[in-house]
Each structure stands twice: as structure tokens, then as C-alpha cells.
């Protein structure tokens, strides 16, 4: 069955980085593009970043341009998410997930706080 396993989260200082790690399994991973969420109590869940199957190509939501890189290991089944320059407002449970899929990880804490 297809799993999702987020880890790399943690409490970090504003303008610290951290890199967030999906391991997948369960599914052909290179055939799928793949996204990061995240959720904020109290809010609905927000798609953050996007990297497809095919070429690679990236898309982000604006609050996290130039700050944030997703990539993929095709190899070993990963998807990253580097975060630098983290701002309180990034706190979240981030979630990785295969668009087309309705799987879901338990997702990974992540906390910026002075």
C-alpha cells in the first residue's frame, strides 16, 4: 500500500534552516509528481510546493519563493523540502503527497520561535 513518511521537522530560531525528507513507497514514485503541504492550526491545508515526474519543473506558493527548494530523488523514492530564512509564520505540520493519490503521511512538526 502506498506510504508517506515526513521527518527533518523541529523547532528552530527565525532565519534558521531546516530540510524536510518524504519517504515513499507503495507506488511507481518517478511516475507522479510530488507536493508539500502544510497546515496551521486552526487553518486548512495549504499546497506549498510541487515538483513533477517528468522534467522536474518546480512551482511554490509565493509566501515561500526564493526561500524554499523542492527536489527529488527518483533513486531512492524521496522528496525534500529545503527551508532557509524560516519565519514564525511557516509553522506548520508539512506534509508530502503523490498528486492523484489520496494517501496522506502523519506529517512532520515544524516550529519557528524566538
Known amino acids: 500500500q502506498v506510504q508517506l513518511v515526513e521527518s527533518g521537522g523541529g523547532l528552530v530560531q527565525p532565519g534558521e534552516s531546516l530540510r524536510l525528507s518524504c519517504a515513499a513507497s507503495g507506488f511507481t514514485f518517478n511516475r507522479y509528481t510530488m507536493s508539500w503541504y502544510r497546515q496551521c492550526p486552526g487553518k486548512e491545508r495549504e499546497l506549498v510546493a510541487t515538483?513533477?515526474?517528468?522534467?522536474?519543473?518546480?512551482n511554490y506558493v509565493d509566501s515561500v519563493k526564493g526561500r524554499f527548494t523542492i527536489s527529488r530523488d527518483n533513486a531512492n523514492d524521496r522528496v525534500y523540502l529545503q527551508m532557509n530564512s524560516l519565519k514564525p509564520e511557516d509553522t506548520a505540520v508539512y506534509y508530502c503527497?503523490?498528486?492523484?493519490?489520496?494517501?496522506w503521511g502523519q506529517g512532520t512538526q515544524v516550529t519557528v520561535s524566538s
Open positions: 515538483i513533477s515526474s517528468a522534467d522536474g519543473r518546480t
Open positions: 503527497k503523490a498528486v492523484g493519490k489520496t494517501y
